[in-house]
T-cell receptor, first 114, second 112 residues
């Protein structure tokens, strides 16, 4: 079981649509992450938030816009995406993003951009 | 740059032992994680190694040699449910913060 939930689990959108992915963690953690997982490629870190502050943007295009209103919730706002953005988007959380600590993942949102 | 290598696929027989290797060339290395990911599901934490040596956790063991940039995950008494992707991830401490960098994963198929 996981203390990290993500909605929706599946999403199909056109290139002109705007949609948002939601992540919620119930573990009392203070660090949250967005990763992208494409077929046969490693998980790629996109964004990191520690205590609601963005601490890393891993050269992600501006068509992806994260939002972290509090330590339990993380959003990824999507607009004018490209077909190559189709992937599994995973959210993770960890205790506080400092030091050596385990990250716990949500089930992911499978995104298809048409 | 950071480089993490693991085999793309492996096949093993139910009840057997399998070893999944991971080699890395990175800077700022501060530990290594192994995750299991079933198709369509979240990666789940299996084990981590910070110091050289073997960590055992039931049917799963993980080994690390920092000087060789090498780790392996050992799965004993394989079960069909162990069919999954196994992700090696290195924990890096950089001047601007910490980061987990993943390998592409090894798909393990367990056959009866």
């Amino acid at each position: 079981e996981t203390g990290v939930t993500q909605t929706p689990r599946h999403l199909v959108m056109g290139m002109t649509n705007k949609k948002s992915l939601k992540c919620e963690q119930h573990l009392g953690h203070n660090a949250m992450y967005w990763y992208k997982q494409s077929a046969k490629k490693p998980l790629e870190l996109m964004f990191v938030y520690n205590f609601k502050e963005q601490t890393e943007n891993n050269s992600v295009p501006s068509r992806f816009s994260p939002e972290c209103p509090n330590s339990s919730h993380l959003f990824l706002h999507l607009h004018t995406l490209q077909p190559e953005d189709s992937a599994l988007y995973l959210c993770a959380s960890s205790q506080d993003g400092t030091g050596f600590e385990t990250q716990y993942f949500g089930p992911g949102t499978r995104l298809l951009v048409l | 740059g950071q480089n993490i290598d693991q085999p793309t696929e492996m096949t093993a027989t139910e009840g057997a032992i399998v070893q999944i290797n991971c080699t890395y060339q990175t800077s700022g290395f501060n530990g290594l994680f192994w995750y299991q990911q079933h198709a369509g599901e979240a990666p789940t934490f299996l084990s981590y190694n910070v110091l050289d040596g073997l960590e055992e956790k039931g049917r799963f063991s993980s080994f690390l040699s920092r000087s060789k940039g090498y780790s392996y995950l050992l799965l004993k008494e394989l079960q069909m449910k162990d069919s999954a992707s196994y992700l090696c991830a290195v924990f890096l401490t950089m001047e601007y913060g910490n980061k987990l960098v993943f390998g592409a994963g090894t798909i393990l198929r367990v056959k009866s």
